[in-house]
């Protein structure tokens, strides 16, 4: 079985601030893990994603995510916030056995000028 | 990466109608999905479309419901049948290529409808 927790639904930073978006995750299996954006009125956007490969992940916009796989978790981090980056955030587990994608219930990210 | 076209983007509809929504990738892809996102809420995965045969739903979904068609590897469609304004949502089509070591699934700008 397999789940994404993603810890707070609503995260306020001042802008020029760091972002911290919590994800955890449980897999029976090897998991590939990604972080989507959705701006208001707009489709999911691939931020970044996780396969195995290096355990820092470098995304677009500045995002980078950390895989820790004793702590189960993937948060998403950004040095300094940008009003462009208010939008709803999705962390997403795959399962890479049966192919089967978990969305997380979403973070809205919102930045205080 | 894959562009996913879907068509309409929105629309209104009356209660009992049903709605066909369309969706194009722009590359040859093996594993094609709709999912639904209620108001304020996350993505459910109503079912996975397979080239040539019945797509395969999820539990809660029933073909009756939202009949699913795609008749090549880089078109589908679904269609919201005898509609109520519970099936007012965001639908969106997602593609995926198997095969590429944790290859993505990639989204469409969805299609946002309302059920009057």
């Known amino acids: 079985a397999q789940s994404v927790t993603q810890l707070d639904s609503h995260v306020s930073v001042s802008e020029g601030t760091p972002v911290l978006l919590r994800c955890n995750y449980s897999s029976s299996y090897s998991p590939s893990l990604f972080w989507y954006v959705q701006h208001p009125n707009k489709g999911l956007q691939l931020l970044l994603k996780?396969?195995?490969?290096?355990?820092l992940v470098k995304g677009i916009n500045g995002f980078e995510a950390e895989f820790k796989k004793s702590e189960t978790s993937f948060h998403l981090t950004k040095p300094s916030a940008h009003m462009s980056d208010a939008a709803e955030y999705f962390c997403v587990v795959r399962n890479n056995r049966d192919d089967k994608i978990i969305f997380g219930k979403g973070t809205r990210l919102h930045i205080l000028p | 990466s894959a562009v996913i076209s879907q068509k309409p983007s929105r629309d209104i509809c009356q209660r009992g109608t049903s709605l066909t929504i369309q969706c194009q990738v722009d590359?040859?892809?093996?594993?094609m999905f709709w999912y639904r996102q209620q108001p304020g809420q996350s993505l459910t995965l109503i079912a996975t479309a397979n080239q040539g045969s019945e797509a395969t739903y999820e539990s809660g979904f029933v073909i009756d419901k939202f009949p699913i068609s795609r008749p090549n590897l880089t078109f589908s469609t679904l269609t919201v049948s005898n509609m109520s304004p519970e099936d007012s949502s965001i639908y969106l089509c997602?593609?995926?290529?198997?095969?590429?070591?944790?290859?993505?699934?990639?989204f469409g700008a969805g299609t946002r409808l309302s059920v009057l």
């Open positions: 996780y396969t195995s490969a290096a355990t």
């Open positions: 590359s040859q892809v093996t594993m």
């Open positions: 997602s593609a995926r290529t198997t095969g590429v070591a944790g290859g993505p699934q990639y």
